[in-house]
């Protein structure tokens, strides 16, 4: 089994900050990218920021100074620092694992529950 589990949510107001963490836990082998997505009501997913194991990132352009995407290797963790929230950052921020679980040989995303995150103006 592999569980991937967001943390850090929460409401703020436009200008506040929030971090936002990942957890993967369970039999994993490898971890090659780790992704944040979001999802605003009556919106597509959309894909905010991504990490490669070896730590190359990039990001969304509506984000790109404002949000940081960092991960922990050896934890198997994956952060998102949010800053100069945006009303229009409001949305589900989900987080995203391409992995190997313990016993199989082929790579598949794993998603995470999701995180609200509210910014009011």
């Known amino acids: 089994q592999v569980q991937l589990v967001e943390s850090g949510g929460g409401a703020v107001q436009a200008g506040g900050s929030l971090r936002l963490s990942c957890a993967a836990s369970?039999?994993?082998?490898?971890?090659?990218?780790m992704r944040w997505y979001r999802q605003a009501p009556g919106k597509q997913r959309e894909l905010v920021a991504a990490?490669?194991?070896?730590?190359?990132?990039n990001y969304a352009d509506s984000v790109k100074g404002r949000f940081t995407t960092s991960r922990d290797n050896a934890k198997n963790m994956v952060y998102l620092q949010m800053n100069s929230l945006k009303p229009e950052d409001t949305a589900i921020y989900y987080c995203?694992?391409?992995?190997?679980?313990?016993?199989?040989?082929?790579?598949?995303?794993?998603w995470g529950q999701g995180t609200q995150v509210t910014v009011s103006s």
């Open positions: 369970g039999s994993i082998t490898s971890i090659y990218a």
């Open positions: 990490i490669t194991s070896r730590g190359s990132t």
């Open positions: 995203n694992a391409d992995l190997i679980r313990t016993g199989t040989y082929y790579r598949r995303d794993y």
